[in-house]
Nanobody
């Protein structure tokens, strides 16, 4: 079964850029009709979908975050990454990478999540 694992700094200062990487094992990020997403969960709140990069490299972002969000991939390493710029304490959350599968693009596999705190 595919495995996903998030990595990156656990603490980011306000105004800086949050950068995380998702390492995918036993599943190719270029495999047809999969998409690779970032989701976050602030403390005590629900899941918030942030964006996705598809198997062919297309990106889509939450309207509320698209101005600050960039998702990219490194197919040679089977990684995809998240960059969230100009962070504030409101961006403190557990960040997950998750796979979505067509045709409905429901989430079907998740990483364990990584805590990111935005604080000065």
């Amino acid at each position: 079964q595919v495995q996903l694992q998030e990595s990156g700094p656990g603490l980011v200062k306000p105004s800086q850029t949050l950068s995380l990487t998702c390492t995918v094992s036993d599943g190719s990020i270029t495999a047809s009709y999969y998409a690779w997403s970032w989701v976050r969960q602030p403390p005590g709140k629900g899941l918030e979908w942030m964006g996705v990069i598809t198997y062919d490299g297309s990106t889509y972002y939450s309207p509320s975050l698209k101005s600050r969000t960039s998702i990219s991939r490194d197919t040679s390493k089977n990684h995809f990454s998240l960059q969230l710029s100009s962070v504030t304490p409101e961006d403190t959350a557990v960040y997950y990478c998750a796979r979505m599968r067509g045709p409905l693009f429901a989430w079907d596999s998740w990483g364990q999540g990584t805590q990111v705190t935005v604080s000065s």
